[in-house]
């Protein structure tokens, strides 16, 4: 399935049915007077987040989203039935902007939230309204108002709590395999991940948490060089970053470095967000020699964190990788809570 992340539509509520001018004409009633009914309200158009859908391919396909028109207000005071409102269905994850200001509208992060995007337009009056007592037979009647129309634009941001990032070829898809049961195409090239792939891993108690494998980042992501621009936002919901670095490439440190400094350019808080520090494929290097050693002290230096060392494809070191991510949640966890009692 092709996995696509913004999308623009455009919905259009549906109009107000007419009011009617109608008058009673029934036996024995003299001088009945108005009984035209009102008019029904038209269709609104709404979004609602669902669990099924991963990724924003509909609307590729279609991109005019209507409801209904209200009906006419009928004789005998009948009010005209109201238009059917049009749902969308989209990921849970989506934002929703206004295509032509750029105003957040809306973000659905729960499974059956839903966000009204485009509200029906009001029936019209019938002559009935208008009687009183200087007009007793009123023969005008008020058309339905137009729906609401607007041009939107959906963001899907992935929903998980661990974000995988790093250089191509770090063996980010390579980690979530092992971890879970994605299974994300793996090479031994740049760029062999061009979406985002999620995998749910579980904890001891049988939990489960969802990881984001984020494609590769290089120098300039946040411009929109390489793959990273599309893809950044796709970390911003994590709570946690996990930073894979190539222990084999010719300057681990100086990857280290690109990275936060695309994180920090990108903004939105990314680069004050939580980090785990690993160093992968320590199964291709003596990791007892000299010069990794300060690999390691020089990182763990500037991360102001300690530095853990695993090889996906061997698992070597996942249990502890595993288990001081699952520390940092809990601890993330307990401090939410504590605010909230607090509160």
Same mark, same amino acid.
């Given at each position: ?6 999308? *623009? ?10 009011? =009617?001018?109608?008058? @009673? @004409? $029934? ?40 409801? $209904? ?8 005071? =009948? ?20 295509? *032509? ?53 959906? %963001? ?17 898809? +390579? ?16 760029? +062999? ?8 891993? @579980? ?19 946040? +411009?929109?060089?390489?793959?990273? #621009? ?5 970390? *911003? ?5 996990? #930073? ?43 990791? %007892? ?29 996942? $249990?502890?990788?595993?288990? *001081? ?11 939410e809570s504590a605010e909230l009692a607090t509160v």
């Amino acid at each position: 399935m092709q996995f696509i992340d913004q999308a *623009e539509i455009q919905v259009v509520a549906g109009k107000g049915g007419d009011g =009617m001018v109608a008058f @009673r @004409r $029934e036996k024995y009633v003299p001088a009945g007077g108005p009984a035209g009914g009102n008019g029904g309200k038209g269709g609104s158009v709404n979004l609602v987040a669902v669990e099924r859908l991963q990724t924003l391919l509909d609307f590729r396909y279609e991109r005019i989203f209507k409801g $209904e028109d209200g009906k006419r207000g009928g004789p005998k005071n =009948m009010t005209g039935a109201q238009g059917s409102d049009r749902t969308i269905e989209v990921p849970c994850g989506t934002v929703v902007y206004d295509a *032509e200001t750029g105003e957040m509208l809306g973000d659905l992060v729960k499974t059956g939230q839903t966000f009204c995007v485009a509200k029906g337009g009001k029936g019209g009056l019938g002559n009935k309204h208008f009687l009183s007592n200087s007009n007793r037979a009123p023969d005008y009647a008020l058309p339905g108002l137009e729906g609401e129309s607007r041009m939107l634009r959906l %963001e899907l941001k992935l929903l998980a709590e661990v974000g995988i990032i790093g250089l191509p070829n770090a063996g980010k898809s +390579t980690l979530i395999s092992a971890l879970s049961a994605a299974r994300p195409k793996i090479a031994d090239y740049p760029f +062999t991940t061009l979406v985002p792939n999620l995998g749910v891993v @579980r904890k001891p108690t049988g939990d489960g948490t969802v990881f984001a494998d984020i494609p590769g980042l290089i120098e300039g992501a946040h +411009t929109g060089a390489g793959l990273g #621009h599309d893809f950044l936002r796709h970390i *911003e919901r994590t709570r946690l970053l996990l #930073h894979l670095i190539d222990i084999t490439d010719a300057d681990p440190v100086a990857n280290y470095i690109t990275i936060q400094e695309e994180l920090k350019a990108y903004g939105r808080g990314l680069v004050d967000r939580q980090l785990i520090l690993a160093l992968n494929k320590v199964d291709a290097v003596d990791t %007892e020699s000299e010069e990794i050693y300060g690999i390691i002290s020089r990182l763990s230096e500037l991360a102001k964190a300690p530095v853990l060392l695993i090889s996906a494809v061997s698992r070597v070191g996942l $249990e502890e990788l595993m288990q *001081e991510v699952w520390g940092r949640l809990d601890t993330m966890n307990e401090k939410e809570s504590a605010e909230l009692a607090t509160v």
